[in-house]
């Protein structure tokens, strides 16, 4: 912010910015605020009293110096000439004497001055543990802080450093760092209602995220980054193992009278269904298959991610008076407008596969992975199609393994992936790549697919 003080010689009474609020500073203040000036007190720490405030430390009674700074901090808190601007730096000076402009930057205490009392429960509930610098880096305090106990202004401040950079690579903007805390802590029940505030599929993902958070992680610079999505598996886990202990406040909010359709219940469909009926509208989410999750349901195996899970964090938000039709396929979304609906918001997901531009992929026993993974989930007749068959992916990538590691449960008698990249390159996770190998498939990578080939109807092999 910018502010100006100026004297133009005709006014009586002028203005004056004090930079510093040290012992000089505040004295400085009091003199020119007695001799009948508006005096500025400005200062970057959060509180005044300087350097003098610390030497206090050098004396077991807390005396002599502080004996001698306290009233001068009451007196600059009180002086109705005195305005005390804390936790601010100054940008530049502009102009003549007589007449200067000044910029100021205010950095954000997150903490209402006016209303804090000093009390101390924010640093109580605070789960993030800094070096006291105040005290030399000698002692700890949490983000929530106050300078020192006689502080001037008598108010709490919350030490904010930029954004993380696990929440920035996050694609929900997870705050990581929060929860991670919290679980450091033991204070499971506050981590999960922290993860709840942005991510209504904890369980879910605490299992499948690709989690670039950790990849943007810094520790990963020092060692190794935090393993934050375990942690979010393992706070969910303990959610559910603990149901009485968990309790995610509802804002009671006024019904807008706004109804909204939701094409399709995966997750942006459910997420949006969520924060829309926290905002006081009606909600009805249409789901084409006759089960609700989209791509989490009927996408991902339930070896890597439970039905079950995914059905309770579902249940979760249909409990805020969501409503869900189920085998509801929607060809014309101007329609649902039409039938009183004042937005459609379209969540339709990606279920469509894609075939490789080869002879032979039309055969009957050529099917692409998501409408595989899809038929299995539904509980098709998939299993006595694989059963005792050789079964061969072509692919590389996560959905592939799903796929490969599928067919070992569904009693295929030999499993192998192939695909175009190195062995080093492929784009699945390492650790889904090594899960696969122990469990018996075969990679086969560096291949250039030309035709998948046939006798009489049915699949012989792939031509590289």
């Known amino acids: 912010m910018a502010m100006q003080f100026s004297e133009n010689g005709k006014d009586k009474v002028g203005a004056v910015l004090v930079v510093g609020a040290g012992i000089g500073g505040m004295q400085a203040s009091l003199d ?14 959060p509180a005044i009293g300087g350097v ?3 030497l ?17 901090l009451v007196e600059c808190g009180r002086h109705l000439n005195i305005q005390v601007m804390t936790y601010a730096e100054l940008e530049s ?3 003549e ?12 205490r997150y903490v209402n001055v006016d209303e804090c009392t000093g009390c101390g429960d924010c640093a109580a509930a605070c789960p993030i543990v800094r070096l006291d610098q105040f005290n030399a880096g000698m002692s700890e305090r949490r983000a929530a802080y106050k300078l020192y106990p006689q502080a001037i202004p008598n108010a709490y401040v919350i030490e904010k450093r930029g954004r993380a950079p696990c929440r920035d690579a996050c694609p929900i903007h997870q705050r990581a760092q929060g929860y991670v805390a919290l679980v450091r802590e033991g204070r499971f029940a506050d981590a999960y209602r922290t993860i709840r505030e942005d991510n209504p599929f904890p369980s879910i993902c605490g299992r499948v995220c690709n989690h670039r958070c950790e990849d943007a992680c810094s520790r990963g610079k020092v060692d190794d980054p935090v393993n ?6 393992f706070v969910a886990d303990w959610a559910l193992a603990h149901p009485d202990e968990i309790e995610i406040p509802r804002p009671e909010v006024e019904p807008t009278g706004k109804r909204v359709a939701v094409i399709g ?7 949006c269904a969520q924060d829309l009926t926290q905002l006081g509208h009606g909600v009805t989410i249409f789901e084409a298959l006759p089960v609700p999750g989209g791509m989490m349901r009927v996408g991902i195996p339930s070896y890597r991610l439970p039905y079950d899970l995914v059905q309770k964090e579902i249940d979760d938000i249909l409990a805020l008076g969501v409503e869900l039709k189920l085998n509801h396929r929607v060809d ?7 039938d009183g609906y004042d937005a459609v918001f379209v969540a339709v997901g990606a279920h469509q596969g894609v075939r490789l531009p080869i002879p032979g992929v039309d055969l009957p026993e050529v099917v692409v992975a998501t409408d595989f993974l899809r038929e299995v989930a539904l509980d098709s007749n998939l299993r006595s199609r694989i059963r005792n068959r050789r079964v061969l992916v072509l692919g590389g990538g996560n959905v592939a393994v799903d796929a490969a590691m599928t067919a070992v449960r569904l009693g295929a008698s030999w499993v192998g992936m192939s695909c175009l990249e190195s062995r080093e390159t492929m784009p699945a996770h390492e650790w889904e790549i090594q899960d696969a190998q122990e469990e018996g498939i075969e990679v086969f990578p560096s291949r250039t697919f030309k035709e998948v080939t046939s006798a009489d109807g049915r699949v012989t092999g792939v031509r590289c």
């Open 32 to 45: 020119l605020a007695g001799a009948g000036f508006k005096v500025y007190l400005l200062d970057r720490q």
């Open 52 to 54: 003098m405030a610390q």
């Open 56 to 72: 206090d430390k050098t004396f077991p009674t807390n005396d002599c110096a502080m004996c001698i700074l306290s009233p001068k």
């Open 93 to 95: 000076v502009e102009g």
């Open 97 to 108: 004497p007589g007449n200067f402009t000044v910029r100021v930057r205010q950095h954000p």
């Open 228 to 233: 934050i999505m375990r942690l979010k598996r």
């Open 265 to 271: 219940s995966g997750p942006a469909g459910m997420t």
């Open 332 to 338: 014309d979304a101007t329609a649902l407008l039409r």
